[in-house]
């Protein structure tokens, strides 16, 4: 399990996209058509994906998580990478503090410990 930092690549950015087995055809990238979060979008993943996502969403009202990554993503990639990397390390890659890396990692030491006590 790696954690890229690369930026958003053109994948994104196609001038068409299928949705719902339609395909959206956007002509002329421009994201400054576009209003407030739309714009947004259009200028980080192409305007293809912004009418995508203006489709599935438009009118709902969505807040994003500070968690991206699931407790149980983020203990698999802390116990694969606690012998190989530091836990500030760590915890930039899964946006935690280091003092929970830190809980976690110690979390699953006990819990090896005890498997082999059993």
Known sequence: M???????????KNSSVEY???EVIVINSNPDRYSGVYKEMADL?????????WKRFSGLNIS???????????RQFIEEN???????????NVNLS?????QIINEIK???ENGRNA
């Open 98 to 102: 280091e003092r929970r890396i830190r």
């Open 64 to 74: 994003f998580p500070q968690r991206l990554y699931s407790k149980e993503f983020t």
């Open 110 to 112: 006990n819990e090896k």
């Open 45 to 53: 993943l192409g305007d293809a994906a912004a009418v995508k996502i």
């Open 82 to 92: 606690m012998e190989t990397m530091r836990p500030h390390d760590i915890a930039r």
């Open 2 to 12: 790696n954690i890229s930092e690369n930026t958003t690549t053109d994948i994104f």
């Open 20 to 22: 719902r087995n339609e």
